[in-house]
T-cell receptor, first 114, second 115 residues
Framework: SAVISQKPSRDICQRGTSLTIQCQVD?????MFWYRQQPGQSLTLIAT?????????ESGFVIDKFPISRPNLTFSTLTVSNMSPEDSSIYLC???????????FGQGTRLTVV | AQKVTQAQTEISVVEKEDVTLDCVYE???????LFWYKQPPSGELVFLIR??????QNEISGRYSWNFQKSTSSFNFTITASQVVDSAVYFC????????????FGPGTRLSVLP
């Protein structure tokens, strides 16, 4: 199993500002993902973080709003840019060794935009 | 397209009752993987089980058991003798076997176990 450390665990931010969330995995993984989970809802995939190349975004999510970096096989960041109250949510980092295995999740970042 | 349905939005049981959480999936892939995750009030997603599409054996782990039936595209989860600590949101998820393919999560079932 993989242990995923995600920080910050929570933050309250002013609208119009940006927040960068960090995700560190304790082992090398081929796949890393970023999800958003709004209160009482299921998980929605934002993007797949590709090592050494641009992230692959899901419909409804764009790079200008959610830039993602993945400089190596164990680390990724997600930035939530120009935040509005609608961005208030839980953001989760996920890692998966390969397509045959389960995914592991960080503890999440609870973001509130005021 | 892949889809996961969890028809039960919320379930309440009294401690020590058995409870079954339903999961129905749709996929055109011949090889796929099914998962169950638990999300307690603390918010962290806890992996419970993975099942491959070519392995229809049911599985039991302590008080937990899973019934996988390809004929009905279902992967149901039963908790025997439920406990208050089982209170959580449970997600069923589906993944294909193509590289980079992500999970499709069901909407979740909120289980409340009352003392």
């Amino acid at each position: 199993s993989a242990v995923i450390s995600q920080k910050p665990s929570r933050d309250i931010c002013q609208r119009g500002t940006s927040l960068t969330i960090q995700c560190q995995v304790d082992s090398q993984v081929t796949m890393m993902f970023w999800y958003r989970q709004q209160p009482g809802q299921s998980l929605t995939l934002i993007a797949t973080a590709n090592q050494g190349s641009e992230a692959t975004y899901e419909s409804g999510f764009v790079i200008d709003k959610f830039p993602i970096s993945r400089p190596n096989l164990t680390f990724s960041t997600l930035t939530v840019s120009n935040m509005s109250p609608e961005d208030s949510s839980i953001y989760l980092c996920s890692a998966r060794a390969n397509v045959y295995t389960e995914a592991f999740f960080g503890q999440g970042t609870r973001l509130t935009v005021v | 397209a892949q889809k996961v349905t969890q028809a039960q939005t919320e379930i309440s049981v009294v401690e020590k009752e058995d409870v079954t959480l339903d999961c129905v999936y749709e996929t055109r892939d011949t090889t796929y993987y099914l998962f169950w995750y638990k999300q307690p009030p603390s918010g962290e997603l806890v992996f419970l089980i993975r099942r491959n599409s070519f392995d229809e054996q049911n599985e039991i782990s302590g008080r937990y058991s899973w019934n996988f039936q390809k004929s009905t595209s279902s992967f149901n989860f039963t908790i025997t003798a439920s406990q208050v600590v089982d209170s959580a949101v449970y997600f069923c998820a589906l993944s294909g076997d193509n590289y980079g393919q992500n999970f499709v999560f069901g909407p979740g079932t909120r289980l409340s176990v009352l003392p």
